[in-house]
């Protein structure tokens, strides 16, 4: 599990490196040299693509996600793991279908050859990527919900190891 979250932290960070230098480029090119990088806008739309998708299931895995925990107060300790198992699940539901969808959208991009508008890059790869790490993220989402299954004292000793 630590060499995937490596692989995924490594991906999410040079796609974000890698919007960040071309933005810096982007501008230093067009203030200094009077010209822009041909392309830039796309090019920031796919490594923005990447920095979002990447980090998406090292944030369930590490249970970083907004909560809502206003409740957990009043709740028992019991009630509470049956929440955070029941709403991991559901959450896991929501990003397979997703995933399931982009991956149909990923299909029809690849039979119509689509590509980027200013560079023709095909935009395929770029969208059966983001559906295969949308199914990470729900797989990411089983984990902590089976890890809620284990007991309280375990599963936050567990989700705490995990980060």
Do not use: Y
């Amino acid at each position: 599990m630590k060499r995937l979250q490596q692989i995924l932290g490594l991906g999410a960070g040079t796609s974000l490196f890698a919007m960040m230098l071309l933005t810096f480029s982007d501008v230093v090119g067009r203030k200094l040299l009077n010209a822009s990088i041909t392309g830039s806008v796309e090019l920031t739309e796919l490594c923005m693509l990447g920095t979002i998708f990447f980090a998406l299931p090292l944030v369930s895995l590490a249970a970083e996600h907004v909560v809502f925990d206003m409740l957990d107060p009043f709740l028992s300790k019991r009630a509470m793991h049956l929440q955070r198992m029941l709403s991991n699940l559901f959450c896991a539901l929501i990003l397979a279908g997703g995933a399931w969808l982009i991956h149909l959208r990923a299909a029809r991009v690849f039979e119509d050859g689509d590509t980027t508008g200013q560079l023709l890059i095909p935009t395929g790869p770029f969208v059966q990527s983001a559906s295969v790490l949308l199914a990470l993220a729900a797989l990411m989402h089983v984990v902590l919900a089976a890890r809620a299954l284990i007991g309280p004292a375990d599963a936050e000793s567990a989700e705490g190891a995990a980060r």
